[in-house]
């Protein structure tokens, strides 16, 4: 049962050339940074990712679109980053854009082994296009499938060696939801204790979804746009 591995690099090692992966965070926030520098270190590509966004132009997951290792990205967002902005716009990757929700929505769907499931969101727009729909109650819907992945990267705040997991705050985001959609789920965290050490009515993510786990190291923690209130 215990799933630890030595390192990132090791943890990534089987990801293969167009591997489908989903990655957990929300900008920058909640990045397995780890995870993602061991992929750019492994140079894998031909990727299709599954993620919020695309992180920043240099920080993220946008190190990876830089060193063009990802051939499609489905995403809600694209923002921050101009270098997927370029790419996107001169046809070099492919991009499927979803609304915040029907994301999430999408990705839950995968893991619960639901078939598809109808939302107003998106009736009326590119979002509808080649989509089947259907009039429930005078209101039109469209039908929209889940989301699977052939792997699933995510970053906690606290696990186990079991690979029991706990978030901290906004850091929680799509992660979970990930970890149940993917074949292999591959978990960084800050803080790794021993089994029995973690509360189980505080575990957002049983161990039974999560086949790797590893003590991060070195977390940068970005700040994508830092606000702050001017001195008096």
């Known amino acids: 049962m215990n799933k630890l591995v030595e390192s990132a690099d090791a943890a990534v090692a089987d990801i293969p050339d167009g591997a489908t992966i989903m990655v957990g965070g929300f900008g920058l926030s909640g990045n397995p940074e780890n995870l993602i520098r061991a ?14 966004n695309c992180g920043t132009t ?20 694209v923002g921050e980053n101009k270098e997927f902005e ?11 854009l979803v609304p915040q929700g029907t994301l999430a929505e999408r990705i839950r769907a995968g893991g619960a082994g639901i078939g598809g499931f109808y939302t107003a969101t998106g009736v009326g727009t590119q979002v509808a296009e080649g989509k089947e729909t259907r009039t429930i109650a005078g209101r039109e819907y469209l039908l929209e499938l889940p989301l699977k992945a052939d792997f ?16 901290r705050k906004t850091a929680r985001q799509f992660a979970p939801q990930m970890a149940t959609a993917a074949k292999v789920t ?47």
């Open 186 to 232: 591959i978990a960084e965290v800050e803080h790794l204790v021993p089994v029995g050490e973690l509360d189980p009515d505080q575990v957002h993510l049983p161990s039974i979804y999560v086949k790797r786990i590893l003590k991060g190291e070195k977390y940068e923690k970005w700040i994508e746009r830092r606000t702050v209130r001017p001195r008096s």
């Open 152 to 167: 699933a990267l995510v970053h906690a705040f606290k696990g186990d060696h079991w690979g029991n997991l706990v978030w």
């Open 86 to 96: 370029r790419q996107y716009l001169s046809g070099e990757v492919e991009v499927e």
């Open 39 to 52: 992929l750019h270190r492994k140079g894998v590509k031909d990727l299709h990712l599954i993620s919020n």
């Open 58 to 77: 240099d920080l993220g997951l946008g190190i990876l679109l830089k060193a063009r290792q990802i051939r499609k990205i489905t995403a809600s967002y």
